[in-house]
């Protein structure tokens, strides 16, 4: 089972960020946009079983993505299934109609312009992804994908490779909460 | 939005059936197997909705299709929706667990031997399926996807050709249901 550990924390200045990276040889990709439709269960209120189930459009590219609860207080480590699906906008239309009909409900979406990184870090290569998400703000996410065996020490990588750049407070909640709580 | 119109008949000869087809100039596909893995909803229960959730295996190929309750005493008329997964084991188990992640639970599988044919009836080209299936018997089914506004003619059509076969009693049950039925 492979579990998403991450942090991510507010960065009001991300070019002044990516400065940091570059100045490290780090090269960061062009931005790209992500559009994700957030799903409601049928019978499970996801704001309390702290789960999230989502379309994700990147471009041409469709995936869809279950993230379990998150399953420590300090990072935001959590199971994650991704799975791609067809491509193109009439394959999302379908995606959308036929978890409908199942009783799946639209909430929200988050748009965000995204720029990644991969960082070199104690022998990992952590990726950054840098954020623009509308209505919400400009923050920094580091991430990596670990076995269940393997979390401790992810955590610990990604946590020591924040710190290096002076970040401290790091941001819990997911864009959605972000975004829904400034509505 | 799209409607699958369907009549199934119990045919204890399958091969006196394809007789008739190939000595009509239909050609008969090669079988192929199918294996349907149906999945019980975490909140509704399908079996009094009458709906349906499957992940369906073939070769290499994955789908997941949901069908929605009858719209008719008559026929199978329902609507349909099927979209293509990624190929492979790999991904059909990952599709399992996100499924089982969200609450859907797998209730049964049901495995058939499926031959294929085109067979043309008053313009049309009716979809007809010569299915072996694994501990419930013999069938054929005759299909058109129709348009809402097309449904009553596609009904009348496949109507037609199934009684030129001197087919007169279909089965309305699934074969999920007649598969439970029979345990």
Redesign the interface.
């Known amino acids: 089972m492979s579990y998403e550990v991450e942090l991510k924390f507010p960065v009001p200045d991300l070019s002044a960020f990516s400065k940091k990276l570059t100045d490290q040889a780090v090269s960061i990709s062009l931005p790209h946009e992500e559009i994700d439709l957030y799903l409601a269960?049928?019978?499970?209120d996801f704001s309390q079983t702290d789960?999230a189930?989502r379309l994700r459009r990147k471009g041409d590219a469709n995936f869809?993505t279950?993230k379990?609860p998150k399953i420590d207080a300090a990072t935001k480590t959590r199971?994650e299934?991704e799975?791609?699906?067809?491509l193109g906008p009439e394959?999302l239309a379908?995606?959308t109609?036929?978890l409908e009909?199942?009783?799946f409900r639209p909430v929200a979406e988050v748009k965000k312009s995204r720029r990644k990184a991969a960082v070199p870090w104690q022998g990992r290569r952590v990726e950054a992804c840098l954020d623009e998400v509308a209505g919400v703000g400009t923050f920094v996410e580091f991430e990596l994908i670990a076995d269940e065996s393997q979390i401790d020490a992810a955590r610990k990588c990604i946590q020591s490779l924040a710190q290096s750049f002076g970040l401290i407070q790091s941001e819990r909640r997911s864009y959605l909460e972000l975004l829904l709580k400034g509505k």
């Open positions: 269960h049928p019978a499970r789960e189930l869809i279950y379990g199971r299934i799975l791609p699906l067809a394959s379908s995606w109609a036929l009909a199942i009783g």
